[in-house]
């Protein structure tokens, strides 16, 4: 589907070295160097900052090397920003590397080749790096690619990226894995009892659906990924400003992140029994979409009243989740743009987490960490929950507070998950609103690669 900036095959002609240069040890490697490459580098004022590069010519005037500069330690995105900058040549990096170093600067390097094509074409070559030893090849191939698919799901206009449409790429992806998919959509989710993701969908002239793929595994842990797949919000009748909608293509991001995790837990063959749960829609405005104050029955069968039309994320994740914790799985994750509220708290780069097991935040907390891909847990804060109670229904799901939004929306969530069932909720942007090396301003897999390492390190490999 998608081509890495990566290459396993020996070159047949010489590859030029990549030097990895720490601020620290730039002195004695210089001494190790021809004064040619002394003068070249203070000439340019090169100190080995993170960031920085210097191209070194040999006495043509070609390039015979590259010095790059990582600060003190190499991370995922060390050497991101040469995938962009340098010349389209073939490259490797030169000196001994961990096999945890080789495989995330490979990372790095493959996920800054992405570009959005779908538009407008861009068909410059991008340097290639040769996969160095030690380097999980397998691993960043698939990530990699996971990844990129996602970004383009999300970054793809809603008058493409539809219900039916987001909906049709993972039932051709999950038919081409041999896993079971079960459809089910329009008025067709009322007779099934999915009452809430009909609620949302049904004012938009593609109809809401709800997409259920299983990866049989007897034996092995049970593994619910639920994704949050608006393809569009306008807010409903509680329409959102022109600047708050602009970017609500993006809205079916939860979704997309959870299609990129599910693809490399099938290509890297982790041991569990998978199920992805999509309800995908389009939170539109017509004659017969929900109002403020409406009240509609959920799958779980307690009722809810719509405080606000434009809080449509958790109504169809709901049902969802009360399906999803129904099999009773091992672990239970959702990934969803739910809340401006944790953007507010976190800012754009950081998702919120919140979960019912402290060993499972723990453990995801120290993913993150090492997989420079970074979340921060949020409280359910149970004294909070009464501010979900309303007169009328069993619940709100948009309280009358200005305050806690993120754990609200956590806590009206919980309400659909049992007690005992491990489960994290991922509050999340999926944009990136900057380009930085190796993520491009647009679309983005967030918590991705930390919820696979957990996934991972929780039931190992087959």
Same mark, same amino acid.
């Given at each position: 589907?998608?081509?890495?900036?990566?290459?396993?095959?020996?070159?047949?002609?010489?590859?030029?070295?990549?030097?990895?240069?720490?601020?620290?040890?730039?002195?004695?490697?210089?001494?190790?160097?021809?004064?040619?490459?002394?003068?070249?580098?203070?000439?340019?004022?090169?100190?080995?900052?993170?960031?920085?590069?210097?191209?070194?010519?040999?006495?043509?005037?070609?390039?015979?090397?590259?010095?790059?500069?990582?600060?003190?330690?190499?991370?995922?995105?060390?050497?991101?920003?040469?995938?962009?900058?340098?010349?389209?040549?073939?490259?490797?990096?030169?000196?001994?590397?961990?096999?945890?170093?080789?495989?995330?600067?490979?990372?790095?390097?493959?996920?800054?080749?992405?570009?959005?094509?779908?538009?407008?074409?861009?068909?410059?070559?991008?340097?290639?790096?040769?996969?160095?030893?030690?380097?999980?090849?397998?691993?960043?191939?698939?990530?990699?690619?996971?990844?990129?698919?996602?970004?383009?799901?999300?970054?793809?206009?809603?008058?493409?990226?539809?219900?039916?449409?987001?909906?049709?790429?993972?039932?051709?992806?999950?038919?081409?894995?041999?896993?079971?998919?079960?459809?089910?959509?329009?008025?067709?989710?009322?007779?099934?009892?999915?009452?809430?993701?009909?609620?949302?969908?049904?004012?938009?002239?593609?109809?809401?659906?709800?997409?259920?793929?299983?990866?049989?595994?007897?034996?092995?842990?049970?593994?619910?990924?639920?994704?949050?797949?608006?393809?569009?919000?306008?807010?409903?009748?509680?329409?959102?400003?022109?600047?708050?909608?602009?970017?609500?293509?993006?809205?079916?991001?939860?979704?997309?992140?959870?299609?990129?995790?599910?693809?490399?837990?099938?290509?890297?063959?982790?041991?569990?029994?998978?199920?992805?749960?999509?309800?995908?829609?389009?939170?539109?405005?017509?004659?017969?979409?929900?109002?403020?104050?409406?009240?509609?029955?959920?799958?779980?069968?307690?009722?809810?009243?719509?405080?606000?039309?434009?809080?449509?994320?958790?109504?169809?994740?709901?049902?969802?989740?009360?399906?999803?914790?129904? #099999?009773?799985?091992?672990?239970?994750?959702?990934?969803?743009?739910?809340?401006?509220?944790?953007?507010?708290?976190?800012?754009?780069?950081?998702?919120?987490?919140?979960?019912?097991?402290?060993?499972?935040?723990?453990?995801?907390?120290?993913?993150?960490?090492?997989?420079?891909?970074?979340?921060?847990?949020?409280?359910?804060?149970?004294?909070?929950?009464?501010?979900?109670?309303?007169?009328?229904?069993?619940?709100?799901?948009?309280?009358?507070?200005?305050?806690?939004?993120?754990?609200?929306?956590?806590?009206?969530?919980? #309400?659909?998950?049992?007690?005992?069932?491990?489960?994290?909720?991922?509050?999340?942007?999926?944009?990136?609103?900057?380009?930085?090396?190796?993520?491009?301003?647009?679309?983005?897999?967030?918590?991705?690669?930390?919820?696979?390492?957990?996934?991972?390190?929780?039931?190992?490999?087959?």
């Amino acid at each position: 589907m998608y081509t890495l900036p990566i290459t396993t095959t020996k070159p047949k002609a010489a590859t030029i070295p990549i030097y990895l240069l720490r601020t620290a040890q730039l002195a004695a490697w210089l001494k190790s160097q021809p004064a040619q490459t002394k003068h070249w580098l203070e000439a340019n004022k090169f100190k080995g900052d993170a960031g920085s590069f210097c191209l070194l010519p040999d006495k043509n005037g070609t390039i015979a090397a590259v010095a790059c500069g990582i600060g003190e330690t190499p991370d995922t995105w060390s050497i991101a920003h040469l995938t962009t900058a340098l010349p389209a040549k073939t490259y490797h990096l030169e000196g001994t590397l961990s096999a945890d170093q080789a495989t995330q600067l490979t990372l790095g390097w493959a996920l800054a080749g992405y570009r959005f094509t779908r538009y407008k074409k861009n068909t410059s070559a991008l340097p290639v790096l040769v996969v160095p030893k030690g380097c999980d090849t397998a691993y960043v191939k698939s990530l990699g690619t996971s990844m990129f698919w996602a970004r383009d799901l999300i970054n793809t206009p809603a008058n493409d990226m539809n219900p039916q449409a987001l909906a049709q790429e993972a039932i051709d992806w999950a038919s081409t894995n041999k896993a079971k998919v079960t459809v089910i959509k329009g008025e067709a989710l009322l007779k099934a009892n999915y009452p809430m993701v009909y609620a949302v969908g049904k004012a938009a002239t593609v109809p809401p659906h709800f997409v259920d793929i299983c990866f049989a595994k007897k034996g092995a842990p049970k593994l619910t990924l639920v994704g949050k797949g608006v393809c569009f919000d306008s807010g409903g009748l509680d329409i959102k400003s022109t600047g708050n909608m602009k970017m609500m293509k993006k809205d079916m991001g939860g979704a997309a992140c959870v299609l990129a995790l599910a693809k490399t837990i099938i290509e890297l063959k982790l041991p569990v029994q998978l199920r992805v749960l999509l309800p995908i829609v389009e939170n539109a405005i017509a004659g017969n979409a929900m109002r403020p104050l409406d009240i509609v029955p959920t799958r779980k069968g307690i009722t809810v009243e719509i405080g606000n039309t434009d809080a449509e994320g958790r109504l169809i994740l709901c049902d969802a989740l009360f399906e999803g914790d129904s #099999e009773k799985p091992d672990l239970l994750i959702d990934c969803a743009t739910l809340t401006g509220a944790a953007r507010a708290a976190l800012g754009t780069e950081i998702p919120a987490f919140f979960t019912n097991d402290d060993q499972l935040a723990h453990a995801l907390t120290d993913h993150s960490a090492r997989e420079n891909d970074p979340l921060w847990r949020l409280p359910l804060w149970k004294n909070y929950r009464k501010q979900l109670d309303t007169a009328n229904a069993d619940l709100s799901n948009d309280p009358d507070s200005a305050y806690g939004g993120a754990i609200l929306a956590a806590l009206y969530l919980q #309400e659909f998950v049992s007690k005992t069932t491990p489960w994290l909720h991922i509050d999340m942007m999926a944009w990136n609103v900057g380009t930085k090396p190796g993520r491009p301003q647009g679309g983005e897999a967030m918590a991705v690669r930390a919820l696979y390492a957990l996934v991972k390190d929780r039931y190992g490999t087959s």
